[in-house]
């Protein structure tokens, strides 16, 4: 414990030094989520850390997460230094989605309007007309098929056909998934309801459908935290990484909170689903990249120049 201290006393003078703010994701390990906290950063879903970054003065961010947020931070921000404690942290959705493959894919349908999600590798953005987070997807598919434009759809499947059945749009979707939340199971999660009938169901639209169709709230990390807050139920079966039960706790500490299922039996505890790429980020190597300011995420400028532009869309659509 005493070495840990000393390490977050370390990282705190290294951003004074460097000038640097830290961005966080909900899916991080705890420590990493309050040093930003308390250090004037933010720990935040896709959507959010994508915002913060902008409003920034700091030269530096350092960004706790997985590739694409460190990637998204520099498209918006490419006069700054954007550093990553490990940049091997990918997303199964970005890797599942190629470029080149994906690039193709839109050539064959060039009458549709391609929405890519957030979880994607600058390229992938860089072809698309809209970038999307779990946070904004819903309203901006609804705008798109308000206009009548068909929707080609990528990378995750759960997450597009969860957009389909509730908007009804045209979408053609890509077959990526997330290993992590692909993993609840639906039976085991009715067991699991049986055991607790007044708690509510909050799940992370990457989960397979069946497990989606249980849920009393569907959304992005900030809505289901916001739920736990808000509703008045005292227990939560809860859907999505377990890193998220940091900040549940911590807004909500009378509250019980349940991990819901991976495994068929309908095990409970709170280490069953987590993302290994976001467990890559630790006190360690976060005080390793300040010290060595090396891990700096770089765009080739002509991508950025084409990826900034779906983003942009987005946060205009988000105001
Ligand atoms: P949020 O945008 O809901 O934070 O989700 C990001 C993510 O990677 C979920 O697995
Ligand atoms: Fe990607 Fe899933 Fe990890 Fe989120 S939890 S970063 S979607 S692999």
């Known amino acids: 414990a005493e070495q840990k201290q000393a390490l977050k006393e370390r990282i705190k003078a290294l951003l004074k030094q460097r000038n640097a703010v830290l961005v966080a994701h909900y899916y991080t390990d705890g420590d990493l989520q309050e040093l930003a906290e308390e250090t004037g950063g933010c ?11 902008s409003r920034q003065e700091a030269q530096t961010l350092v960004v706790c997460g997985v ?13 700054k230094r954007i550093l990553m404690p490990d940049l091997n942290a990918t997303c199964s959705l ?23 999600y957030a979880n994607t590798s600058a390229r ?7 970038v999307v987070t779990s946070g904004i997807a819903l309203p901006i598919i609804e705008h798109l098929a308000a206009r009548g434009e068909k929707i080609l759809w990528a990378p995750d499947k759960h997450l597009g056909h969860y957009v389909q059945r509730m908007t009804g749009a045209d979408m053609l979707l890509w077959n990526g998934s ?7 199971k639906s039976v085991a999660l009715e067991r699991i309801r049986r055991l607790h009938p007044d708690a509510a169901v909050l799940v992370h639209p990457e989960s397979p459908e069946d497990v989606i169709e249980q849920a009393d709230v569907v ?16 227990e939560f079966i809860v859907a999505t990484d377990g890193g998220i039960f940091h900040k549940m706790k911590q807004l909500a500490p009378n509250k019980k909170l349940i991990a819901a299922p991976t495994a068929g039996e309908g095990a409970t505890c ?8 976001m467990g890559m980020n630790a006190l360690q190597n ?15 400028p002509d991508i950025r120049e084409q990826a900034v532009k779906p983003i942009q869309r987005m946060l205009d659509f988000a105001q």
């Open 94 to 116: 970005d890797e599942g989605c190629p470029a080149d493959e994906f690039s193709e894919f839109c050539d064959q349908h060039p009458d549709h309007t391609v929405v890519v």
């Open 43 to 53: 720990v935040a879903d896709s959507l959010e850390m994508a915002r913060f970054g």
């Open 270 to 277: 709170e280490s069953c689903a987590h993302c290994p790429w």
């Open 124 to 130: 992938v953005k860089a072809r698309s007309d809209w």
């Open 219 to 234: 959304g992005s990390t900030t809505a289901l935290i916001n739920a736990v807050v808000e509703m008045e139920n005292s």
């Open 67 to 79: 590739r694409f947020m460190g990637e998204t931070a520099k498209i918006l921000n490419p006069e």
């Open 286 to 300: 976060l005080a390793e990249v300040l010290e060595n300011q090396n891990n700096e995420i770089l765009i080739d």
């Open 178 to 184: 997330c290993v992590v939340h692909e993993e609840f």
